[in-house]
Antibody, heavy 118, light 111 residues
Framework: EVQLVESGGGLIQPGGSLRLSCAAS????????MHWVRQAPGKGLVWVSR????????GYADSVKGRFTISRDNAKNTLYLQMKSLRAEDTAVYYC???????????WGQGTLVTVSS | QSALTQPASVSGSPGQSITISCTGT?????????VSWYQQHPGKAPQLMIY???NRPSGVSNRFSGSKSGNTASLTISGLQAEDEADYYC???????????FGGGTKLTVL
């Protein structure tokens, strides 16, 4: 059974930094592109970032480009999202998501809440 | 990258059929058949319902179907059931570095 378990969320002051982790199990982690998708309270889903299976290709939403960095450790089956210069509008549940073979998001973690507030 | 356009809400009675539209552009929905649909119940993670416009993952009811015409994709749910009440989101591949764009979401109410 595929499991994606996020951690690292919490309350952080504006301008601060936070690193999210996503531990993957039940899949051959090195075979898949991985993504982060976020959802602000009461709002819709927003794509944040992606990384290829080798960790050599990344992409970011314009709203986080230059502030967030996606990475992965294939030896540890773990995906990361380093977030810096956090803003109130970054407040959201952050989901770790596996991309299937047809650019579909077939497995989602339970999400981790990041709250940016003073 | 602008979000895909979905109606904010739709409703239907048990047993009826409803359709949710998802309108993009010739750079996303119109350009690729990588359109997916997700169901999200309150407090839960989204669940994949349709991928590649028309395909259902294993375990998803055949009451759910997808289609596309031009820049607009659609999700149809037939034989509405109370458990279908949820938020639904479409997504499309964009072919750009921003990769994927979601719709704003549609709240389905089963009357």
């Amino acid at each position: 059974e595929v499991q994606l378990v996020e951690s690292g969320g919490g309350l952080i002051q504006p301008g601060g930094s936070l690193r999210l982790s996503c531990a993957a199990s039940g899949l051959t982690f090195t075979n898949y592109w991985m993504h982060w998708v976020r959802q602000a309270p009461g709002k819709g889903l927003v794509w944040v970032s992606r990384i290829n299976s080798a960790g050599s290709i990344t992409g970011y939403a314009d709203s986080v480009k230059g502030r967030f960095t996606i990475s992965r450790d294939n030896a540890k089956n773990t995906l990361y999202l380093q977030m810096k210069s956090l803003r109130a509008e970054d407040t959201a549940v952050y989901y770790c998501v596996r991309e299937g073979t047809r650019v579909e998001f077939d497995y989602w973690g339970q999400g981790t809440l990041v709250t940016v507030s003073s | 990258q602008s979000a895909l356009t979905q109606p904010a809400s739709v409703s239907g009675s048990p047993g009826q059929s409803i359709t949710i539209s998802c309108t993009g552009t010739s750079s996303d929905v119109g350009a690729y058949n990588y359109v997916s649909w997700y169901q999200q119940h309150p407090g839960k993670a989204p669940q994949l319902m349709i991928y590649e416009v028309t395909n259902r993952p294993s375990g998803v009811s055949n009451r759910f179907s997808g289609s596309k015409s031009g820049n607009t994709a659609s999700l149809t749910i037939s034989g509405l059931q109370a458990e279908d009440e949820a938020d639904y989101y479409c997504s499309s591949y964009t072919g750009r570095s921003t990769a994927v764009v979601f719709g704003g979401g549609t709240k389905l109410t089963v009357l």
